[in-house]
């Protein structure tokens, strides 16, 4: 069994940063992608940051310039440092990690896929 637990969320005035961490621990094989998305109230859920194991990123055009996703493949942890937060970056923020688990009881691989349960940014303006 694999969990996700994300930390780091909170309130914070309009120009300010917040640094969200999501840490996934048990029977890990490997992770290939790692990922935040967001959820705004009333709205679908949107990528917003996912970084590869080889460290390539991929940003959504709105948080380019202002957030940045790091990983560290020892403890199984992806970041996202959000700097010059606005108020459309309230959400909550939900990290995802794709890629492989160990079935129990046996030596046989499966993939994984598995979200965080989401942690609440709110930006006053």
């Known amino acids: 069994q694999v969990q996700l637990v994300e930390s780091g969320g909170g309130l914070v005035q309009a120009g300010g940063s917040l640094s969200l961490s999501c840490a996934a621990s048990?029977?890990?094989?490997?992770?290939?992608?790692m990922g935040w998305y967001r959820q705004a109230p009333g709205k679908q859920r949107e990528l917003v940051a996912t970084i590869t194991s080889g460290g390539s990123t991929n940003y959504a055009d709105s948080v380019k310039g202002r957030f940045t996703i790091a990983r560290d493949n020892a403890k199984n942890t992806v970041y996202l440092q959000m700097n010059n937060l606005k108020p459309e970056d309230t959400a909550v923020y939900y990290c995802?990690?794709?890629?492989?688990?160990?079935?129990?009881?046996?030596?046989?691989?499966?993939?994984?896929?598995?979200w965080g349960q989401g942690t609440l940014v709110t930006v006053s303006s």
């Open positions: 995802n990690i794709d890629g492989r688990t160990v079935v129990a009881g046996t030596s046989t691989l499966r993939d994984l896929e598995i």
């Open positions: 048990g029977s890990i094989f490997s992770i290939n992608a």
